[in-house]
T-cell receptor, first 111, second 113 residues
Framework: GESVGLHLPTLSVQEGDNSIINCAYS??????FIWYKQESGKGPQFIID?????DKRQGQRVTVLLNKTVKHLSLQIAATQPGDSAVYFC??????????FGAGTRLFVKA | AAGVIQSPRHLIKEKRETATLKCYPI?????VYWYQQGPGQDPQFLIS???????DKGSIPDRFSAQQFSDYHSELNMSSLELGDSALYFC????????????FGSGTRLTVV
């Protein structure tokens, strides 16, 4: 089946550095993507979204890049902080109201 | 700002019992999505509702049913609970077209013993 996947299961960065988390999707019909973070035992927290008619979207300290040619998403976190430590998921909406989540990437921020 | 409200936060049930989970979307949001996330697993899409009608269906077991009410809140009913139903169940809501204002709830932690 079609799926969304993350390239790296674990990412460790130094506090203050920039983090880049990658995601590959396989459904070319997907027109909406989101990134969210999830802390242990908690519900997911929306970070940023992007539609397929955009290549880049910026939020506060976060940027999402979408490369439709290679079906790739990335989440960039600037000046990573200890509070950014969590599991990050990408998800795609391939039409209708369904959602496909990929395997998460755990981000460790070292002080 | 109002968020997506889920109740209860935690629920413990015995095998073969029933459970009802509730989701209150952000005001004026007309779409609700339900997801199941087992321990250490990716979330799995269960079902969604748009304007009180089922809009899409994912991997929802036949033992589960859901509906969206006139006030747009939604309930997930789970019967004949099994140990494998233990998971975090979270919902999300959005406005009109897919994704606008997409917001997650904090989830209900269901434990079946």
């Amino acid at each position: 089946g079609e799926s969304v996947g993350l390239h790296l299961p674990t990412l460790s960065v130094q506090e203050g550095d920039n983090s880049i988390i990658n995601c590959a999707y396989s459904n070319s019909a997907s027109d909406y993507f989101i990134w969210y973070k999830q802390e242990s035992g908690k519900g997911p927290q929306f970070i940023i979204d992007i539609r397929s008619n955009m290549d880049k979207r910026q939020g506060q300290r976060v940027t999402v890049l979408l490369n439709k040619t290679v079906k790739h998403l990335s989440l960039q976190i600037a000046a990573t902080q200890p509070g950014d430590s969590a599991v990050y998921f990408c998800a795609e909406f391939p039409g209708g109201f369904k959602t496909i989540f990929g395997a998460g990437t755990r981000l460790f921020v070292k002080a | 700002a109002a968020g997506v409200i889920q109740s209860p936060r935690h629920l413990i049930k015995e095998k073969r019992e029933t459970a009802t989970l509730k989701c209150y979307p952000i005001p004026r949001h007309d779409t609700v999505y339900w997801y199941q996330q087992g321990p250490g697993q990716d979330p799995q899409f269960l079902i969604s509702f748009y304007e009180k009608m089922q809009s899409d269906k994912g991997s929802i077991p036949d033992r589960f049913s859901a509906q969206q009410f006139s006030d747009y809140h939604s309930e997930l009913n789970m019967s004949s609970l099994e140990l494998g139903d233990s998971a975090l169940y979270f919902c999300a809501s959005s406005l009109r077209q897919l994704g606008y204002g997409y917001t997650f709830g904090s989830g209900t932690r269901l434990t079946v013993v």
